[in-house]
């Protein structure tokens, strides 16, 4: 079965001058929720693409899966980059961050990004949204779309990972 077999659900499912929302419904087939959401947090490093990083490393990042914990990406010669806030974690079922990813921490953009982890026949369903808002110049559905297939790049990379283990 090849990826997009998997693919339920993924579009941009509203935009405005002010925001936009990113959803993805992923089935993870015999994989539990408590093991997506581990591969998740705990195995960032494993499967985030470096393209997508400061440090050009992805052995960089970690996710410290509690509220307030940071998702952060180390960089050389001791400094680091907070990408986004911990802000709801719930083992096997929610993690729940705040913050703007990539070009988007530069900007006055913040957004909330879930990953809802249920059971479901022979495996996990994965249901993210990145619900971002803010301003800039041009409105901020201008990224829309490049966000958009970023994150769902990212989604593929843990799915393959998660198909691998």
């Known amino acids: 079965m090849d990826l ?7 579009k941009i499912t509203a935009a405005s001058a002010h925001g936009f929302i990113s ?20 195995d960032v490093s494993l499967w985030w693409d470096a393209s997508h990083s400061y ?19 180390q960089m ?18 929610l993690l729940r961050m705040s ?9 006055a953009v913040r957004g909330s990004m879930s990953f809802a982890f249920e059971a479901w026949e022979g495996g996990t369903r994965l249901n993210y949204r990145y619900a971002v808002s803010g301003y800039l110049p041009g409105g901020v ?12 790049g990212q989604l593929e990379r843990l ?6 283990e």
């Open 99 to 107: 913050g703007g990813l990539g070009p988007l921490q530069a900007e």
């Open 55 to 73: 440090s050009g490393e992805a052995r960089n990042f970690s996710i410290d899966a509690r509220a307030g914990g940071c998702f952060c990406e």
């Open 23 to 42: 959803e993805h419904q992923i089935d993870l087939p015999e994989i539990t929720p408590h093991e997506a959401y581990q591969a998740l947090t705990r």
């Open 141 to 152: 559905n201008t990224w829309a779309e490049a966000v958009d297939q970023v994150q769902l």
């Open 76 to 93: 050389p010669a001791g400094g680091s980059v907070e990408h986004m806030r911990v802000v709801y974690a719930e083992p096997g079922k």
């Open 4 to 10: 997009f077999s998997l693919l339920l659900f993924a």
């Open 159 to 164: 799915r393959t990972f998660l198909a691998a």
